[in-house]
């Protein structure tokens, strides 16, 4: 995928989608994707944090064996149809993300990133992306960016395209330090994968994101990340 062309989309975080067909079974597909989701589980449990040097090999060779399994890429209807769904962040080896999630609240010091929850869908909110937050003294919050998503297609692949209208904050009131964008943002990521268990996508600066597809809805998951 053209980092120029993510470029000219991307504003800030990468909260990316895919690009290839299978050429092989469905079963060897989903046995990769589930390698990659075992090798993924523990990287930001309990919290977003940066991975182990390790863990961040072990993945990038396990992305590096689905993506030479698939072939033919996925136009934008089918890439448009295989991310709908709630998603889990479960890798990201961009340092920003890691140390200061994707807003930049993890940056205001005793303030870390527990989860960031995705959905992408057709409704009347279609593109939500949430952030759970740990802050001082055992409180927790929760912010959302809320806007549209689209799939643009150049002859690289698909490009999946966010375009955050608002941010809201949950209950507490958060600081607003300069490094937290709370403003209108797009963000852009290339589709490496958009499978049926899993999601990869790399941005502009080239950072990669796994993003796991989610049984129990996001909100059943914040609920129970806030308590």
């Avoid at 079963?27 to 940066?50: D, H, M, N, S, Y």
């Avoid at 996925?74 to 990201?92: C, K, N, P």
Wanted: with cysteine; glycine share 6%.
């Amino acid at each position: 995928m053209r980092l120029s062309t993510l470029s000219a989309l991307a504003c800030s975080t990468s909260v990316p989608i895919s690009m290839c067909a299978p050429s092989v079974t469905a079963l060897a597909l989903t046995a990769l994707e589930g390698r990659l989701l075992e090798l993924c589980a523990p990287v930001f449990a309990p919290r977003i944090q940066i991975p182990e040097p390790a863990a961040v090999a072990a993945i990038y060779a396990q992305i590096s064996a689905i993506e030479t399994t698939l072939d033919e890429p996925l136009g934008a209807e089918a890439t448009a149809a295989a991310v709908q769904g709630d998603w889990r962040l479960v890798f990201s080896d961009s340092a920003s993300i890691c140390k200061e999630g994707i807003l930049g609240y993890g940056a205001i010091p005793f303030v870390s990133s527990l989860a960031v929850l995705q959905r992408l869908s057709s409704g009347s909110v279609p593109a939500q992306t949430i952030e759970a937050l740990e802050l001082p003294l055992g409180a927790k919050n929760a912010v959302a960016l809320k806007g549209e998503w689209r799939i643009d297609e150049d002859d690289e692949g698909c490009i999946i395209v966010c375009e955050y209208a608002k941010t809201e904050l949950g209950g507490a009131t958060l600081p607003n330090p300069p490094q937290v964008q709370t403003g209108p943002q797009v963000v852009a990521a290339a589709s490496v994968h958009a499978g049926e268990r899993v999601r990869v996508e790399r941005n502009a600066a080239g950072a990669t994101t796994v993003w796991a597809r989610q049984d129990v809805s996001i909100e059943a998951q914040l609920d129970e990340l806030l308590k």
